[in-house]
């Protein structure tokens, strides 16, 4: 298999040669190949883990002029991890080849359902939801796929949708000065009027676009825009003529005009979908959006055990040696020494441990979020309003350096990365700025 690194077994000559590369990954059976790349399953050596692993040729790239796609593919399966999204686990490469090691999703294309007819109404919704889920997480990061159609939706051994190839998707910094993309790309009978009139579009609007079609696809078997002459599709396209097969529910024609609109200022948003009817129909909360919700009590049993946390001898002590890694943003050793814990937002003050319980407490209340106690010195905050994935969860965790110095370690629980992160940036700093000395990486001691 020349796509591969091959180590010779050793010692003995009668085992027979394993598929071997980096010494990690044993590599089997050809799964598909495009263009540029071929694809394999694998198996971590380490774990036993199931894997795909995509590999492409470097010279080949580069003479088509593919090297910066490609870039920008890792660069975007890194934003967005997600239920509903093929995993990227890790990217490796030698002279010749790049290794893309992804999540194995053993179910096979969407397409493959597709091609054999029209799916159940229920099944359609189920994997409509799962799609709409995953592109909005996309969406929130700035990323537009750009190519969404059966082909690029995996199935997992659960019957989970999975949204694959981020090959043609869009990056922010990509939009134009206008604010818009203007790559014209995608599956023509998928893509959006707007991509395919060569002018300026929303990636994300686009993305909507072909959401519809795609669920037409599922109701229907077939695609609402066709012909054997692709300027005649595209005129159908552009003027969004297509008609309804008579086992179409009231509500999922609906949806689907609603989605279908060749205007993008007056196509439905993804807030909406979610509000729906068709779409709640038997609707429970997905696990992506899903939070372990904190046992809530009696607001005032809540005061009482803070007051009891507080009034304890001293915090736990805070390793010298992390307190000097962490907070120095020119020396970081932290990727040197990996652990569960990762660390989150961190400052010091000269307060005292009980002074900052007391700060906390009254600065989560005046931002809206419950405090619950989980252990001495350490609250977690839970947020009243549901976010993009559930209640936003905080933790916040004091501990002793020195008898005048305390670093607060703030990490979240539960909710959106982004979220968490406008919080500590826009709340949290604003609110505690009378009792922080230092934030994590910065020499702003006063």
């Avoid at 190949?33 to 071929?38: I, L, Q, R, S």
């Amino acid at each position: 298999m020349d796509e591969l690194v091959v180590e010779p077994p050793q010692n003995n000559s009668s085992i027979t040669p394993r598929n071997i590369l980096f010494g990690k990954y044993e590599t089997g059976r050809l799964l598909g190949k495009g263009t540029f790349a071929k694809v394999y399953y694998g198996k971590n050596l380490i774990t036993g883990e199931s894997v795909a692993i995509k590999v492409l040729n470097k010279d080949k790239l580069k003479k088509d002029g593919f090297m910066e796609q490609i870039k920008r593919e890792i660069s975007v399966m890194r934003l967005v991890h997600h239920p509903n999204i093929v995993a990227l686990k890790e990217v490796m490469a030698n002279k010749a080849k790049i290794f893309f090691v992804m999540e194995y999703v053993k179910g096979g294309e969407l397409f493959a359902k597709v091609v054999k007819g029209k799916l159940k109404e229920d099944i359609a919704r189920k994997y409509f939801r799962q799609l709409v889920s995953a592109v909005d997480f996309c969406h929130s990061r700035g990323v537009s796929h750009r190519d969404l159609k059966p082909e690029n939706l995996l199935l997992d051994e659960n019957g989970d949708l999975k949204v694959s190839d981020f090959g043609l998707s869009a990056l922010p910094e990509q939009v134009w000065n206008d604010g818009l993309l203007h790559t014209r790309c995608g599956t023509p009978a998928y893509v959006a009027p707007e991509v395919l009139r060569k002018k300026g579009y929303d990636g994300a609007k686009a993305d909507i676009w072909s959401c519809g079609v795609v669920l037409f696809v599922l109701l229907a078997g077939s695609l609402p825009f066709q012909d054997e002459n692709v300027m005649k599709m595209y005129r159908k396209v552009f003027k969004c003529e297509y008609e309804f097969p008579p086992w179409f529910s009231g509500n999922a024609k609906t949806l689907i005009s609603k989605l279908l609109v060749v205007d993008p200022h007056k196509r439905i948003s993804i807030a909406d979908i979610l509000e729906n009817p068709w779409f709640q129909l038997g609707f429970t909360r997905p696990v992506a959006f899903s939070v372990e919700e904190i046992n809530e009590k009696d607001e005032s049993n809540h005061d009482v055990e803070l007051e009891q946390r507080r009034t304890q001898s001293s915090p736990p002590f805070f390793n010298a040696f992390e307190f000097i890694s962490s907070m120095s943003s020119g020396f970081d050793l932290s990727n040197l020494f990996e652990t569960k814990r990762r660390r989150g937002s961190i400052f010091t003050s000269k307060c005292s441990a009980s002074a900052i319980m007391a700060k906390l407490g009254s600065v989560a209340k005046s931002l809206n979020f419950r405090v619950f106690c989980e252990k001495e010195f350490k609250v977690k905050l839970q947020g009243k309003s549901e976010g993009r994935k559930g209640k936003l969860g905080v933790t916040m965790e004091v501990f002793e350096v020195a008898p005048e110095l305390v670093v607060v370690e703030l990490a979240k629980s539960a909710g959106d990365t982004l979220e968490y992160t406008k919080f500590c940036e826009q709340d949290v700093r604003a609110a505690l700025k009378d009792i922080v000395w230092s934030w994590q990486g910065e020499n702003n001691c006063q």
